[in-house]
DNA sequence: GTTTGTACTAACCTAATGGTTCGTAACGTA
DNA sequence: TACGTTACGAACCATTAGGTTAGTACAAAC
């Protein structure tokens, strides 16, 4: 019995796509710093706020990994106390329905 | 001015919900492992020769959590040489429509 | 009688992830 | 003059994820 009748039912583009959407989303916090910005523009310190748990090394390694993938970006101003602000792009916000759905899987295997 | 107008947006049970989510689609190849499967029953050998990249130890370990975590199911005949046959459970069956959406989070970004 | 196939386990190693602590600039406030 | 505030960077460490290699039982095929 050969492999001939084991159709690889993911498309080479298929794969990369879903390599990419798990760049975005996996990580412990990523995820979560998403959903905290939505639709919102937010200031790091607030961030670091909303999201207690993390640390403020992670919080910036985070951010910085979801700007190059394009997830989000940010406006630094020249001000003294420095403001930096955080706001999802065109393409975040495009996902973020997609990635809100997500909680309803946490939550089919959380029932009793 | 404190944090009062800081509301945090996600309640406990939509966090914990999340973290689940998390648990069963974070890592390099569950998604690809329950992807391969879908509706279908397949054999542990099978599923290897459909992802040929992922290690034999590797499978086995994913398989076992995903398991563990209630997705999957598998059942062991008691012949030689050995069969043992995995499938996604009831659970896991109901999530998968909202998993494969996930494909469309990576072309958006792939998207010149 | 040696090889092949199956579904694993065990021992070991490396790279990545996440975390802790400390330090920085320049201003406003006490 | 000392201190708090903001958004980071640097150095360092622990844990985990993922990978490599070898070995197991036992029947069937060559």
């Known amino acids: 019995m050969d492999d001939q009748n084991l159709k690889q039912t993911l498309t080479p583009s298929t794969q990369s796509a ?6 975005i989303i996996c990580g412990k916090w990523r995820l979560f710093i998403i959903f905290q910005l939505g639709t919102e523009t937010r200031r790091y310190g607030e961030l670091r706020r909303m ?5 403020e090394k992670v919080l910036i390694q985070e951010l910085k990994a979801l700007i190059e993938l394009g997830v989000l970006e940010k ?3 020249n001000e003294v106390p420095p403001r930096v602000e955080y706001n999802l792009t065109a393409r975040g916000l495009k996902v973020l329905p997609t990635l809100y759905q997500l909680t309803s899987v946490g939550e089919v295997f959380l029932e009793p």
Chains 1, 2 share one sequence.
Do not use: A, E, M, Q
Request: net charge positive; aromatic share 8%.
């Open 18 to 23: 879903l390599k990419k959407t798990l760049d």
């Open 51 to 55: 999201i207690p748990d993390i640390s």
């Open 75 to 77: 406006k630094s101003f």
